[in-house]
């Protein structure tokens, strides 16, 4: 069965998602229809593609993800369909398909399928869905617009020398944990073994051990660990990291080795 995922900054106590799952189903009755997130911030791209990127690989290759997320389209801002991994992403250019492949080779097309209705407020039920079922349709890419380079948004990266690595909290997750832009394979090459001390608010909180799980410290002591999403995250034990540590998003984290 053919899957159809959605991801928007709607919430759940408006009309936009069952619209959108009703467009979808008068279309196409025995489709699969998958709620990734409807919680994201209103206009969070930054956090819509943190979520979609780190979940949408385990989706079967052929899915299809609405990305309904700031959707108002302008010239900056074009509606796109894009292919990468096997998978197609429907959605605005806002830099969320950047920050969503990465490095990976994609094909991209701007849309120029005309949209259901004569209202431009609601693009995800208007058009997205349309493209959506041309594309459940096996309709090529080329057939839905013409060719189109992604804009990019490059991400700050951690900066490193020899004996530290300065990067910053990229994420903050549902339980408040702090999950950093620094890769474990990063931390690993710049540490080669050494002893090492992860300051957080200017040094005012220090870890110093790498942890495997959150209980391994007593509650609601501090930790560093490697996420599933494979970069350095700092949490509590059964506490609340960014609210009760005061540290926001962009918020510094500093690896200093021995």
Known sequence: MAIITLTSDWGLSDYYVPAVKGAIFSALPDVNVVDISHNIEPFDVRSAAFIVKNCYKSFPK???????IDTEESVDNPHVVVKVNDHYFIGTDNYIFSLIIDQDPYEAVIIDVMQ??????????????KVAVMLYNNVQ??????????????EFKPTYDGNSIHGLVNYIDSYENLVTNISKPLFDMVRAGRKFTIK????????????????????PDILALFGTH?????????????????????????????
């Open 200 to 219: 957080l608010c200017s040094g005012i909180y220090k870890i110093h051990t790498i942890r495997k799980s959150y209980q391994e410290v007593p509650e």
């Open 230 to 258: 494979g970069f350095l995250e700092i949490a509590l034990n059964h506490g609340k990291a960014a609210s009760l540590l005061g540290v926001e998003r962009d918020s510094a984290v500093d690896i200093y080795f021995e």
């Open 141 to 154: 890419m080329s057939e839905i617009g013409t060719p189109y380079t992604l804009k990019e948004r490059i």
């Open 62 to 68: 052929g899915t299809i993800h609405i990305l309904a």
């Open 116 to 129: 259901d209705t004569d209202f431009f407020t609601f693009s995800t039920r208007d058009r997205f869905v």
